[in-house]
């Protein structure tokens, strides 16, 4: 009778562990690319901890238990062959125009929009006519970003000698060169300037942001054919974080602008081979 009893408390035991687990082990985990695109991704051997990136990574996963995003490094160039491979099933913040025009993805709109500005150092007399031309004027670059005023072409090469480029890996830096006139203008998000300008409170009205933009970021998060989330349920969960404030919360703050809902979420979704 003891041994039976035993054998059924034992039984028991390993039952409710079970299901304890359960969850633990039906939830399914999604891979996401970090490279460096401050202030969403502020440095790629940070990704963990800075940038708005793991922000919005960290609502996806409060709001649901199906799933569990986490940032997995990767750099510019490096990105799309990470997501071939499966290294990575989503990428965020993302255009298809960027060099994925080639790989096969599912893109979903998020409903955040931002711009990439010209920055130029504020001088006597220097108005909005200075970022009318940018022929034979010293444009300060993030190395291997794509930008509209080259075609999205984003060979160093070919932006060095068509347009007298410095090429760098830090948008502070650009800036920088600005401030010091070592640069005339540098290209950086609408959001970044904000970001910037909040972290060195001594540079304030030192710098001329265009009103011109060079591209206006529609962002959008692709998705790797065969990734744990569909295209459908990703487009749901920015909906549900949009109607909850918290899109808001994360981005408006940095002068992202967030969308009032997409009209159809399936609509908003589609592949591109």
């Known amino acids: 009778m003891v041994r039976l009893l035993r054998k059924v408390v034992s039984g028991c035991t390993l039952l409710v562990a079970t299901l304890a687990a359960w969850p633990l082990a039906a939830q399914q985990v999604v891979h996401v690319g970090g490279a460096v695109f401050p202030p969403y991704v502020a440095k790629a051997e940070q990704s963990q901890q800075?940038?708005?990136?793991?922000q919005?990574?960290?609502?996806?996963?409060?709001?649901?238990?199906?799933?569990?995003f986490v940032v997995r490094p990767t750099s510019i160039p490096r990105r799309f062959r990470d997501f071939e491979q499966g290294r990575i099933d989503l990428s965020m913040f993302e255009n298809p125009a960027w060099g994925w025009q080639?790989?096969?993805?599912?893109?979903?709109?998020?409903?955040?929009?931002?711009?990439?500005?010209?920055v130029a150092l504020a001088k006597p007399g220097r108005g909005q006519d200075y970022f009318n031309r940018l022929r034979g004027k010293r444009l300060a670059l993030f190395n291997g970003y794509n930008y509209g005023f080259a075609d999205f072409n984003a060979e160093p090469q070919f932006l060095t000698k068509n347009f007298n480029a410095t090429l760098s890996y830090s948008h502070d830096s650009n800036l920088l060169m600005v401030l010091h006139d070592r640069a005339d203008i540098a290209l950086v998000t609408r959001?970044?300037?904000?970001?910037?300008?909040?972290?060195?409170?001594?540079?304030?009205?030192?710098?001329?942001?265009?009103a011109r933009l060079d591209?206006?970021?529609?962002?959008?998060?692709?998705?790797?054919?065969?990734?744990?989330?569909?295209?459908?349920?990703l487009a749901r969960l920015f909906e549900q974080l949009r109607g909850n404030g918290q899109l808001t919360a994360i981005f408006a703050p940095y002068q992202i602008a967030v969308?009032?809902?997409v009209a159809d979420?399936?609509?908003?979704?589609?592949v591109t081979d």
Not at 109 to 115: C, H, I, T
Not at 265 to 270: E, I
């Open 50 to 54: 800075a940038g708005l990136l793991p």
């Open 56 to 68: 919005l990574l960290d609502a996806l996963n409060q709001l649901q238990s199906d799933f569990r």
């Open 102 to 118: 080639g790989i096969a993805h599912s893109a979903v709109d998020m409903g955040l929009e931002d711009a990439e500005v010209y």
């Open 191 to 210: 959001s970044y300037v904000r970001d910037f300008h909040e972290r060195h409170g001594q540079y304030a009205g030192q710098l001329l942001v265009s």
């Open 215 to 233: 591209q206006r970021y529609q962002h959008q998060a692709l998705l790797r054919p065969g990734a744990p989330i569909s295209p459908q349920q």
């Open 259 to 261: 969308s009032s809902g």
């Open 265 to 270: 979420s399936s609509a908003a979704t589609g």
